[in-house]
């Protein structure tokens, strides 16, 4: 429990800064001393809950090869992304230093 609003609102926005920064979605739930509950996410909590819970009805209906196929994909488009990441970090180190853009 957040002992404020300013606190929880402090709490959305840093959320928010991560969502832009990494590119990634998420959702926040905060409960106040109240039981109120209020929610953030980017671009929705709603469109993130349901995504999830789309792929995890999937999966609880007992295609765990399915589940396996889906975690290699994604293992593999990660790394195929962090290699392309690591020869463009490398290039950028690379070039001559003393020519300018001009």
């Known amino acids: 429990m957040l002992p404020s609003p300013s ?3 402090g709490l959305f926005m840093k959320a928010s800064e991560l ?4 590119g990634g979605d998420i959702t926040v739930f905060v409960r106040s001393p109240s039981n109120k509950v209020y929610a953030f996410g980017s671009p ?5 809950i349901n995504r999830y819970d789309t792929v995890n009805s999937f999966l609880r209906e007992g295609n765990a090869h399915a589940k396996v196929d889906c975690n290699k994909k994604m ?7 962090s290699k392309a990441e690591q020869r463009r970090a490398k290039r950028i180190k ?3 230093k003393g020519r300018g853009f001009w």
């Open 75 to 81: 293992y593999f488009e990660t790394v195929g992304k």
């Open 19 to 22: 969502s832009v920064l990494c």
């Open 94 to 96: 690379e070039k001559p």
């Open 7 to 9: 606190v929880s609102s």
């Open 44 to 48: 929705s909590a709603k469109a993130v």
